[in-house]
Nanobody, 114 residues
Framework: QVQLVESGGGLVQAGGSLRLSCLAS????????MGWFRQAPGKQRELVAT???????RYADSVKGRFTISRDNGKNTMYLQMDRLNPEDTAVYYC????????WGQGTQVTVSS
């Protein structure tokens, strides 16, 4: 059974940085696409960034140049480095793994104060 556990969320001032981590367990994930989504209050969940098993990345326009997604397949861990955060980045951030079905973590709160 796939399990995804996020960590690294918190409260930060605008302009600051945070690094999220997602530890995957239950199988070998080296070949699977993973990513980060976020959901702000009253809004739909939206894509932030994805990364293939080979390291190809894709970003939402709103985070390009500020966020960096990466993964360490040997550790079954994915990361999201978030720099130059602004209040619009405030949301619950979810780890996502595609294994012919959607797999989600429980989410971690990121709050950016102005």
């Amino acid at each position: 059974q796939v399990q995804l556990v996020e960590s690294g969320g918190g409260l930060v001032q605008a302009g600051g940085s945070l690094r999220l981590s997602c530890l995957a367990s239950g199988s070998d994930f080296n070949d699977y696409r993973m990513g980060w989504f976020r959901q702000a209050p009253g809004k739909q969940r939206e894509l932030v960034a994805t990364i293939t098993g080979g390291g190809l990345t894709r970003y939402a326009d709103s985070v390009k140049g500020r966020f960096t997604i990466s993964r360490d397949n040997g550790k079954n861990t994915m990361y999201l480095q978030m720099d130059r955060l602004n209040p619009e980045d405030t949301a619950v951030y979810y780890c996502w793994l595609w294994t012919s079905t959607n797999n989600w973590g429980q989410g971690t709160q990121v709050t950016v104060s102005s």
